[in-house]
Structure formats: C-alpha cells, structure tokens
C-alpha cells in the first residue's frame, strides 16, 4: 500500500473486487467502458487527468518483474530533499534500446547516511545521477548534499536538468515501448498518476519526486550505466549482491 503522506495511504478497489458480480456481467462492464477509464473501473486505479505529462495508461507499461541479466547496464537516478528523497534503478536491455525500471528508494525526514545505506544496499557498484541542485543545496551541517552523498560510497555524477528536453525523452520512450516499469514499483506509479501541468501549461512540481528521478535516468544515466562486476555475480546474498527475486 504506497504511502502518500506519514498520515494518508493509497487505497484502490474497483468491479474486480465486489463479489456479487459475475464474469459474464464484468464482461458486459467492460465493453461498455471506455479503454481510458477500464484501469479505474475495474481496479481503481485513478484515470490519467487531462493535464498528464505522460498521457499511456499504465497498464500499457507495467511488467511482472523477472530477473535481471548481470549483462543489462544499471544506473539509477536520483533527486534529493529532505520532505522527500527519491531514486529509481534502471537496467537496459541494449539490444532492443528498453530501460526497465526494477526497484525504487522512497522516503522523508531522514539523514543522507540513511538514504546512502538503502541505495548501496541495491549495488554499491551501480552508478547514479543527481539532480545537479544538490551540489549547492545545504543540510543540517552546512556540507553540500552531493558532497556528502559522495562521502558516503554513491557513485554520483549530475544529471542534466533540462526540465523539457528530459520529459521528451521520457515520452518518447514511453510511446514507443522502450520504457517499462516493474508493476512492484507502486510509489513509481502513484506519482505517474498525478503528474500533470496546471491550466496555464507549466508543470505542477508536487509530488514528483520519483519523476524528477525517471528524468535524470533517461537523459543522462545510460552513458555512465555498468554492468555488474563478475565477482558478484556469484555473490548472491552478500553486501552489494542484490536480491534477484526482487528484480535487482
């Protein structure tokens, strides 16, 4: 159940869960249901408003997750803040040009010293890209947060910024297939949901943390991805290792 706030939840229910209807009338349902609204009617999952960004239903870019091959490069993006610290994993399949997002960092109100442990916990060997704000944005202690995050073992380098040009390339990808995300990633998805510019065409910048982080992978995170190291390989269970049934 993805968390929207320390005091809110996200809870989803549609046809699919009320017990009295049979098959033969979902059926029936669902062809009298618009495709744009059959994820909210038959799961409950909210519809993409008319401001969305990324305009693709998400069941059209969900994957059951599968494991990855030590050959796919991995990166993952990353934007920091202390209400909320975010960062996706990538791995890309180069030889049909696919990046799958395989597993998320979510969380608020903590040290970088936490934010680094969960992030090497995925790969201390994977590299990362930044939002290069944080190389001048300041924490408690007065030490740059890229700085500090540096210190602390990620393999940082900043990301490109260009708020336009990345969600193109987010979309484009998106459009075409090449972008898909593991349906585990329900932070990911509750945010794609809710991405969207106001009446006046400008970005709504709540709630879009993981976006912002999806952004820097896809534009600037596959010239640094890396294959994992031989010797982990093997390493199944140990420090930096990764968890192959949760896809990473």
Same mark, same amino acid.
Request: with cysteine; proline share 8%; glycine share 8%.
């Given at each position: 159940?993805?968390?929207?706030?320390?005091?809110?939840?996200?809870?989803?229910?549609?046809?699919?869960?009320?017990?009295?209807?049979?098959?033969?009338?979902?059926?029936?349902? $669902?062809?009298?249901?618009?495709?744009?609204?059959? =994820? #909210?009617?038959? #799961?409950?999952?909210?519809?993409?408003?008319?401001?969305?960004?990324?305009?693709?239903?998400?069941?059209?870019?969900?994957?059951?997750?599968?494991?990855?091959?030590?050959?796919?490069?991995?990166?993952?993006? $990353?934007?920091?803040?202390?209400?909320?610290?975010?960062?996706?994993?990538? #791995?890309?399949?180069?030889?049909?040009?696919?990046?799958?997002?395989?597993?998320?960092?979510?969380?608020?109100?903590?040290?970088?010293?936490?934010? #680094?442990?969960?992030?090497?916990?995925?790969?201390?060997?994977?590299?990362?890209?930044?939002?290069?704000?944080?190389?001048?944005? @300041?924490?408690?202690?007065?030490? @740059?947060?890229?700085? @500090?995050?540096?210190?602390?073992?990620?393999?940082?380098?900043?990301?490109?910024?260009?708020?336009?040009?990345? $969600?193109?390339?987010?979309?484009?990808?998106?459009?075409?297939?090449?972008?898909?995300?593991?349906?585990?990633?329900?932070?990911?998805?509750?945010?794609?949901?809710?991405?969207?510019?106001?009446?006046?065409?400008?970005?709504?910048?709540?709630? =879009?943390?993981? $976006?912002?982080?999806?952004?820097?992978?896809?534009?600037?995170?596959?010239?640094?991805?890396?294959?994992?190291?031989?010797?982990?390989?093997?390493?199944?269970?140990?420090?930096?290792?990764?968890?192959?049934?949760?896809?990473?």
């Amino acid at each position: 159940m993805p968390e929207i706030s320390p005091s809110k939840y996200l809870v989803q229910a549609g046809w699919q869960d009320i017990p009295h209807l049979d098959e033969k009338t979902k059926a029936e349902l $669902m062809a009298a249901t618009p495709p744009h609204l059959r =994820d #909210a009617r038959t #799961a409950g999952i909210p519809s993409l408003g008319a401001g969305a960004i990324y305009p693709i239903p998400p069941s059209e870019i969900l994957v059951d997750p599968f494991p990855i091959p030590p050959y796919f490069p991995r990166v993952y993006g $990353m934007d920091v803040g202390w209400n909320r610290t975010a960062a996706v994993w990538g #791995a890309w399949d180069r030889a049909i040009d696919c990046i799958y997002l395989y597993t998320e960092h979510y969380r608020g109100q903590a040290e970088p010293s936490i934010h #680094a442990s969960a992030i090497r916990a995925r790969g201390e060997w994977i590299p990362g890209v930044i939002d290069p704000a944080a190389r001048g944005r @300041q924490q408690g202690d007065g030490e @740059q947060l890229l700085a @500090q995050y540096r210190n602390l073992g990620l393999k940082l380098t900043e990301a490109d910024n260009a708020l336009e040009a990345g $969600m193109y390339a987010v979309w484009e990808r998106l459009s075409t297939g090449r972008l898909k995300v593991f349906r585990t990633l329900q932070n990911w998805q509750a945010e794609y949901r809710l991405y969207r510019r106001d009446e006046n065409g400008k970005v709504v910048k709540e709630f =879009d943390h993981l $976006m912002d982080a999806t952004r820097y992978l896809v534009l600037s995170g596959l010239s640094c991805a890396k294959i994992r190291p031989a010797e982990t390989q093997m390493a199944v269970g140990s420090a930096g290792a990764g968890d192959p049934t949760a896809g990473y």
